[in-house]
């Protein structure tokens, strides 16, 4: 069965579900529509938004071309490529915890939003995750030098690397080291030494976001 992720030149909504790919071993085509502030786009170059939106369920991308049909919504394309990529943990119960801990990392990451577009309010967000109540309860989890659920590689652990890696860190790289829970960035350097995601990091194209 074929794949075919579309979204911009860029990491925005798409790039956990390509590090999942990654993870798990999951083929798919990489289709990068440019747009201006990204015109060297790898993927299909010609593809405009303009174009790709008429094939979008519900007018907005991501979405993933699965054979002939169309995913959109970028969670439920994320635990569907985690599932293909035996990324939910043992059972039932693993699945759904992995799943809440994912929900958790998104609150995190909408109370970051909330900070809105002023850089001084982000790295404020970034300077005082010491005392992030939500982190710490990730923190919690991190067993050291470890997965967050069991002992192998879950879409939690690449949810939350994902979203400290490409979201935070560059906000203020220097605030974000002096700031991070060690257990988190102990849990962060683990997941980056993961082959797969190792290889994928290493070979992404550079994109400003
Ligand atoms: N809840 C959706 C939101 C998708 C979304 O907001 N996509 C934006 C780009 S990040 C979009 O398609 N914007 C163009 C448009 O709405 O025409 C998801 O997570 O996939």
Redesign the pocket.
Known sequence: MSLELIYWDGK??AECIRLLCAAGGVAFKDTRMADEDTPAAVGNTELK?DEA?KA?PF????YLRVGDKIL????AIERYVAKLGHLLGDNEFDAAWIDAIQEQVRDVFQAFRNEGTDDDKKKAFVAGLASNSAVAALAKLAAPGGFLVGNKLSYADVALFQFLNDTLQPVDPAAFDAALPAALKAHKAHVAAVPAIAKYLAARPARPW
């Open positions: 925005g909504r938004w939106k979008a007018g907005q991308a991501p959109p919504q970028s969670r």
